[in-house]
């Protein structure tokens, strides 16, 4: 009895087809690309000072303020010179490369302001290559690009 017992066990187990399927790094970085929100990153660009923010919110406010202190302190410093008053705000597409090099994408900018101050890009493009060393952003430990929209108000009377 005994043998037969484990002959239909023995049985019962090779019986069992087991079917394993081998799946390429390609088909698994596919399917890991479809669930992956690539609009957002794991960790925001940062400068030196910005580096222990671990909060992703904080992080990202850290980095803007750096970047605003940085333009609003090089365009005070061009004391321009205004024949009507200005208040107005403008937008930076702010790209800050995989290689943590900042460059401006576009401005857009009204009428009213490039006719007051007509080098007014040429300074934001001047204070934007004058911040610091910046670390940029990543995703799943990769350096990514990224790209930031901020506003700049201008005053001038």
């Given at each position: 009895?005994?043998?037969?017992?484990?002959?239909?066990?023995?049985?019962?187990?090779?019986?069992?087809?087991?079917?394993?399927?081998?799946?390429?790094?390609?088909?698994v970085?596919?399917?890991?690309?479809?669930?992956?929100?690539?609009?957002?990153?794991?960790?925001?660009?940062?400068?030196?000072?910005c580096?222990?923010?671990?909060?992703?919110?904080?992080?990202?406010?850290?980095?803007?303020?750096?970047?605003?202190?940085?333009?609003?302190?090089?365009?005070?410093?061009?004391?321009?010179?205004?024949?009507?008053?200005?208040n107005?705000?403008?937008?930076?597409?702010?790209?800050?490369?995989?290689?943590?090099?900042?460059?401006?994408?576009?401005?857009?900018?009204d009428?009213t302001?490039?006719?007051?101050?007509?080098?007014?890009?040429?300074?934001?493009?001047?204070?934007?290559?004058s911040?610091?060393?910046?670390?940029p952003?990543?995703?799943?430990g990769?350096?990514?690009?990224?790209?930031?929209?901020?506003?700049?108000?201008?005053?001038?009377?």
């Amino acid at each position: 009895m005994k043998k037969v017992l484990l002959f239909v066990f023995t049985l019962m187990l090779t019986s069992c087809n087991f079917e394993t399927k081998k799946i390429s790094s390609e088909e698994v970085l596919e399917q890991e690309s479809r669930f992956l929100n690539w609009k957002e990153v794991d960790e925001y660009p940062a400068f030196e000072h910005c580096q222990d923010k671990t909060d992703l919110a904080a992080a990202k406010n850290c980095f803007e303020r750096q970047v605003a202190t940085t333009i609003y302190s090089f365009l005070a410093s061009q004391q321009p010179v205004v024949t009507e008053s200005i208040n107005d705000t403008l937008f930076i597409y702010l790209e800050i490369t995989k290689d943590g090099r900042p460059q401006i994408d576009s401005v857009k900018v009204d009428t009213t302001v490039t006719n007051q101050l007509p080098e007014i890009e040429q300074w934001l493009r001047q204070s934007i290559d004058s911040l610091p060393k910046i670390y940029p952003a990543s995703k799943r430990g990769i350096p990514v690009s990224t790209v930031f929209k901020m506003p700049v108000v201008v005053k001038a009377e």
